[in-house]
């Protein structure tokens, strides 16, 4: 390294253990969601990075929709045990149960996640919460600080974002209000690949292309499971899918892939020309400013 | 270096360029050009922007619209903010800071520009420059932007004409000699065409120079980092407290600028006292050398007392340590203007301090370069000479020889809201 370069991966793993390290220092109780997906489980390992050889001094939430492929909270619950870092779930079950919020008509349960997600930051006083979104999934996101500012209300306001110069995050919050820290701003979804293969970082099996039983909606691949059941007419035949995105497991389709090691995998991603959210996601397409609205309501 | 790094080979280097511009200079256009040709562009993305252009009647697919992400936007057909674009290319990794080019958007170009290795100004061959122009890049040499790139676009529409290329050189190139302007290069394009954007064109055979990918993709950055004054401001003491690691008491940061090394002798600011570096370790284990912008755990040899704001450095060469700051303040708050005596938090490094404006001395026209010597205030996009008194001293240098220490940003106290930035001159 004689002539002081380093690649962009270290560069961007620099950026992201300063932010991290910036919200610890800055913020009175931070919280990193975690949802077992491949953007959380690279948060987490940066997280660990940023302040070995200490414990990281934040614990994880798992906002639950109830609705996630099994081998997702396997992963969840044998790499949270293995870090000893505190996990708290909060349960959108539970919320539903309580009156809190109500399920939608088609069962889908994306959407009311946030206020089960801003009651538990109320709850538990969460001043600064970190997200593994990145600028390159959605157009709206691409406007997002690093430091986003959110009302005690939990909302975003596009129009009133704090401008962001230097390394120079604020994170000044009062009581009841939130900042949501995205470390990942600045990676891609190739960036997040190879990292994971560069620092082998072991993942749910669902990432990894497997013959899987399947049905066919709207030119979607989605796995039959305890939420996708056959309707009548439908019919089931066995593809090898991955997924590139692990949502709710009633919403997130697959892809057709060979790709069965991570190696294989950045070749795929590398390769295609769809975007991950507009592969696999049926949550996002219902309009233009879709990600937009959410976001301005406290989605993350 | 560790095996982590080396193992990462087949990646590449990181440059970060902001773009300025209105969307009638092209700017979009030649973004989305870039996006499109380098494959960074996805097919649902381009098939939603094809949807909205045939929908709305346009008579071509409207490649800002891309990029323009908020509904306010779109409706209005402008950009707003600052929106962050990526794409690779087999030589280099790009962060493109797509940053409106409307004075009342000054803000926006300030913030992209402040971590900008390059800076991308477009004019139209046929309007020549224009205000906006010069004011971009005057903000860009203000920012210390290292390279800048302008771009003369819509060639095709002047027929390729060699003399309105040169006359637009020439008065750009007098217009920097006056400025900051480290490396300019000057290229003519048609982002609508591709000449010259991705492939040089065969429509110019006069003109000598590469494509602008190629140039983004070969222009030299790494000496474009302070490698030579060694500056650690103090992030974060980490201490686990636990059996292994009991006495454990390392310094965590990003190096900012300068070489750090095992042994070397180092000062802390505002202390004073000096140590030497045991050993500089990261989660992949330790290193031999650090530099920025790597970001790493330095422990000292000596149990001092250094704690987050306070800064390592060598003896031989420190940073300056003042209450009283000189700055150029670029003003982002559109509810109240900067004012004389008024008290603020600022930001520096990873200090937190309060600051009181004792002095403004001039309010700068960003057109003109014309200095206002009557003003006592600065109100929204405003840029001008200030002088703080702040409560701690600030460990800081020149902000022309050091951009990581001779930055800061200006907060309101009331509403936690991020109201200005700070060039320390």
């Known amino acids: 390294m004689s002539d002081y370069r380093i690649s962009h991966l270290a560069a961007l793993e620099a950026e992201a253990i300063f932010i991290f390290r910036e919200v610890a220092a800055t913020c009175q109780r931070p919280v990193l969601l975690f949802s077992g997906g491949k953007d959380s489980i690279v948060m987490l390992h940066l997280a660990q990075k940023a302040f070995a050889p200490a414990p990281i001094p934040f614990p994880v939430m798992h906002v639950d929709t109830g609705q996630n492929f099994a081998e997702v909270i396997d992963y969840r619950d044998r790499r949270v045990a293995a870090t000893g870092v505190q996990l708290i779930v909060a349960s959108v079950q539970d919320a539903i149960d309580r009156g809190l919020v109500t399920e939608p008509p088609d069962g889908t349960r994306n959407r009311i996640q946030t206020p089960v997600l801003l009651e538990a930051a109320e709850k538990y006083q969460f001043d600064a919460l970190f997200g593994g979104a990145r600028r390159d999934e959605e157009k709206a996101r691409a406007k997002e600080r690093v430091f986003s500012f959110r009302d005690d209300f939990g909302q975003w306001d596009p129009k009133n974002q704090r401008p962001e110069l230097w390394n120079l995050y604020n994170g000044r919050v009062h009581p009841g209000e939130q900042i949501r820290v995205f470390p990942l701003s600045n990676w891609t979804e190739l960036d997040v690949w190879r990292y994971i293969g560069s620092e082998d970082i072991p993942l749910p099996e669902v990432y990894f292309a497997a013959e899987r039983e399947v049905v066919d909606r709207g030119g979607m691949l989605y796995a039959v499971n305890e939420f996708i059941v056959p309707r009548e007419g439908e019919e089931v035949f066995t593809e090898k899918i991955r997924y590139r995105t692990v949502g709710d497991a009633n919403l997130t389709a697959g892809v057709r892939s060979n790709a069965t090691t991570i190696d294989e995998i950045v070749a795929e991603v590398a390769a295609t020309r769809i975007t991950e959210r507009g592969a696999t996601r049926g949550d996002d397409k219902t309009s233009e400013a879709a990600m937009e609205d959410r976001k301005r309501e406290g989605y993350f | ?425």
């Not at chain 2, 992949?284 to 040899?301: N, Y």
């Not at chain 2, 700055?327 to 004012?339: F, G, H, K, S, T």
Request: charged share 25%.
């Open chain 2, 1 to 425: 270096m560790t095996d982590t790094l080396s193992s990462r080979e087949d990646t590449h280097e990181l440059l970060r360029f902001a773009t300025a511009g209105s969307v009638d200079d092209g700017k979009s256009t030649l973004i989305g050009r870039l996006l499109f040709d380098s494959k960074a562009l996805f097919e649902d993305q381009w098939d939603a922007v094809e949807a909205v252009s045939a929908g709305r009647g346009d008579e071509y697919t409207d490649l800002a619209l891309l990029t323009d992400g908020l509904r306010s936007e779109r409706e209005q057909g402008i950009t707003i903010d600052v929106a962050y674009r990526y794409f690779s290319t087999p030589e280099r990794k790009f962060i493109i800071a797509d940053t409106p080019g409307h004075i009342q958007y000054t803000r926006n170009m300030v913030t992209g520009a402040s971590t900008a290795d390059l800076a991308l100004i477009l004019v139209d061959a046929r309007k020549g420059l224009v205000e906006q122009s010069r004011r971009h890049a005057f903000l860009c040499s203000l920012l210390r932007v290292p390279h800048m790139v302008l771009c003369v676009n819509k060639m095709d529409l002047v027929d390729y004409d060699e003399a309105v290329f040169k006359r637009i050189e020439n008065e750009f190139s007098a217009f920097a000699t006056k400025l900051d302007v480290p490396d300019l290069t000057v290229i003519p394009i048609s982002a609508l065409k591709g000449d010259n954007v991705v492939n040089r064109s065969e429509n110019m055979p006069w003109f000598q120079g590469t494509s602008l990918l190629h140039h983004l993709e070969r222009v030299h950055i790494a000496s474009d980092r302070n490698l030579v004054d060694v500056r650690f401001p103090v992030q974060h003491v980490i201490r686990p407290h636990s059996g292994d690691h009991h006495d454990y008491r390392g310094y965590a940061g990003q190096v900012a600028s300068g070489v750090m090394k095992p042994g070397d002798e180092v000062m802390v600011l505002p202390s004073g006292f000096t140590s030497r570096i045991a050993s500089i370790e990261t989660a992949d284990g330790p290193l031999e050398e650090a530099f920025p912008p790597l970001s790493v755990t330095v422990r000292l040899e000596d149990e001092l007392d250094v704690s987050r704001g306070d800064m390592l450095c060598r003896p031989g060469n420190q940073a300056r340590v003042s209450q009283d700051i000189e700055a150029m303040v670029c003003w982002m708050d559109e509810a109240r203007p900067l004012r004389l005596r008024g008290k603020y938090a600022v930001k520096h490094t990873t200090a937190d301090v309060r600051a009181v404006v004792k002095d403004v001395q001039y309010q700068l026209d960003v057109n003109t370069l014309h200095r206002d010597e009557s003003a006592t205030e600065l109100k929204l996009n405003e840029i001008g000479r200030v002088t703080l008194r702040t409560t701690k001293p600030l460990l800081c240098d020149d902000y022309r020889r050091n951009r990581a220490t001779g930055g800061f940003i200006i907060i309101d106290e009331a509403d936690n809201r991020t109201v200005g930035a700070g060039i320390i001159v």
